[in-house]
């Protein structure tokens, strides 16, 4: 009888231990995900912010007022986004925060000048107009920072330290 008991405990303990491992794996899959997502949107925020410059040249010309009104209402929910950005990412790590602040800041230095370099130059009224060179804009400078930032994530999610903030 003491046998069969201590099988039954022992199977028991096994079949414990390996729901325990797979509810453990399953948290840290749904956790890298939501990490993932999060970081993706706040990259996309950034994105959006960056081609406000090309947004604002090409305006309606026809419809300025109105044009004013709609594009700073884009760029206000776009900083609105950044925002919450700025402060998930660094809740959820030291370094992918540092990185996302660091690309922001560079990005509203840099795309802020071009914005108000852009408001300031007449709309686009001709299609041949709708390319806009390097020379009129140019955000390359602001590629290193975005690699920075993509790097920072991608070095977080494989170290897998969720919920660790020691980075």
Known sequence: MTALLSGAVIAAIISFGGNYY??????R??????LRALFAEAFAAY???R????VIRRRNADHPADERIRISELIRGT????????AATAAESD???????????RTRELAG???????QAPAITEDRDVVIARSV?????????????????????????FGKRAN
């Open 47 to 49: 994105a959006a912010y």
């Open 113 to 119: 000048s071009a914005m108000k370099d852009a408001w």
């Open 79 to 86: 900083q609105e986004r950044i925002s919450y950005h700025l």
């Open 137 to 161: 804009i140019n955000l390359g400078a602001l590629d290193p920072d975005a690699v920075a930032y993509q790097k920072a994530v991608r070095d977080f999610l494989r170290a897998g330290r």
């Open 22 to 27: 797979f509810a453990i794996r399953k948290t």
């Open 95 to 105: 370094t992918v925060g540092s990185a996302y602040r660091h690309l922001i800041d």
């Open 51 to 54: 081609e406000y410059p090309y």
């Open 29 to 34: 899959e749904e956790t890298r995900e939501r």
